[in-house]
Structure formats: structure tokens, C-alpha cells
């Protein structure tokens, strides 16, 4: 990567929180008595959003309360892990430092809230190596549209053609090549099955941190 600006993704790109979304459903129904979750209700629940599945939780297992209340218990369950024992990804810290080093300005976009990003890179010891945090919730739309990307080569002061994209995620990397970005695929066990595509749609890859 040569470019001036760097915008990452955090979840599954720097930090390794995809498991924890995938346990959660599990962890939280551990809470509520249920031991353990079917496979059949895991395949309903896998394409669903957290609300969804809070719904099909109070329909179908009965759970007292309504889905909005089991929809934040749930997400109260994920903000602890994320202020508590969610990792960064192993070489991440060595990386964003050499590319300070480099003068490369960065900064984090994500889908989760910007004041949980910040708690969370505050207590992996990262968040010094950001100009700034951006959520796709403060711009009002996800990153199957480009606006988060504008919005922080906007206040990085760079052009499209200056910076890199660091994406975990394919739809979003399609979003951020479709416009021009440099896209730098990130290896991630959720898209394992996927990777050749990633490859073909990123200018570049990286499969361990470690060795970048």
C-alpha cells in the first residue's frame, strides 16, 4: 500500500469480533435458561439483523419482554466485549504503527457506533494512530453506498484517488472499488469460502497482518 490515507473497517479487519457476533445469539440464550440453540433456529437467525432475531426469539422460545427490550440486552451483551476482551487481530498494532512512521494519515470507519469504537481502540492501545472515528450511523447509511468513505476522505482532506480501503467484508469492498477506491481485501475465517472473490474485486490482500 502506497497511498497517503488509509480509511479502515474495524470489525474483522483490526480487531477479531466476529466470532463474538456469531456466539452471541448462543451466549445470550445461555442467559435465559436455554442451554443450548437448535441448529435449525442458528440457520433461521444466520442472514437476520439483531432486531429480527430478538423477534423470532420472543415468538418462537417465548421469552418474556418484547424484542426491542431482548434486542438490547443483547446489544448491551456485544458493547461489553468490546470494552472488555475483544482482540485486535494478531500484527495489527505493528502495522498501523509502521504505516504512522510513514506519514500515512488514517482514520476508522465502521458500522458500530463511534463512542464504542473509541472504547474499544482506546483499550487496545490503537486509537492514538486515527486522525478520527466515523460510523456509518452518523452518516446515515451503510456501506452498501459509498457515503461513509466521502465523509472521511472528506475530513482527511484527500482525494479518492489518495486512499486505501480496508475492508473485511466483500459488499463493502465492492462498494469502495465501484468508486474508485484502492481496496485492500482483509483475510477473514467468515469469508474463507469466498476469498477468490475477494481477490478478484481488492487491488490488494492481506491474508495475516503479520506479514504485511
Known amino acids: ?10 470489525d474483522g479487519t483490526l480487531i477479531d469480533s466476529m466470532k463474538y457476533w456469531q456466539s452471541l445469539a448462543g451466549e445470550y440464550l445461555k442467559t435465559k435458561g436455554i442451554p443450548k440453540i437448535s441448529q435449525e ?4 437467525i444466520k442472514p437476520m439483523t439483531m432486531s429480527e432475531s430478538a423477534a423470532l426469539f420472543v415468538q ?28 485486535l487481530k494478531p500484527g495489527v498494532k505493528a502495522y498501523l504503527h509502521k504505516l504512522k512512521e510513514e506519514g500515512v494519515s488514517m482514520c476508522v470507519a465502521s458500522a458500530t457506533a463511534e463512542p464504542l469504537m473509541e472504547a474499544c481502540l482506546r483499550r487496545l492501545g490503537v486509537l492514538d494512530c486515527f486522525e478520527f472515528l466515523i460510523s456509518c450511523e452518523s452518516v446515515g447509511a451503510g456501506k ?9 476522505v472528506k475530513r482527511l482532506g484527500a482525494g479518492v484517488q489518495d486512499a486505501a480501503i480496508y475492508e473485511d467484508a466483500l459488499y463493502a469492498a465492492r462498494t469502495a472499488k465501484r468508486e474508485g477506491f484502492y481496496v485492500v481485501g482483509i483475510y477473514e ?8 472473490e475477494m481477490k478478484e ?12
Not at 500500500?1 to 474495524?10: C, L, P, S, T, V
Not at 452498501?144 to 472521511?152: C, F, I, K, L, T
Request: charged content about 30%; aromatic content about 12%; hydrophobic content about 40%.
Open 189 to 196: 475465517e467468515s469469508i474463507a469460502s469466498r476469498w477468490e
Open 41 to 44: 433456529l442458528f440457520e433461521k
Open 201 to 212: 474485486i481488492a487491488d490488494e490482500v492481506i491474508l495475516d497482518w503479520r506479514t504485511a
Open 1 to 10: 500500500m502506497n497511498k497517503k490515507y488509509a480509511i479502515f473497517d474495524m
Open 60 to 87: 418462537e422460545l417465548h421469552l418474556s419482554g418484547t424484542p426491542k427490550a431482548v434486542e438490547e440486552e443483547m446489544n448491551q451483551m456485544m458493547d461489553l466485549h468490546y470494552k472488555s476482551d475483544i482482540p
Open 144 to 152: 452498501d453506498r459509498p457515503d461513509v468513505y466521502y465523509a472521511a
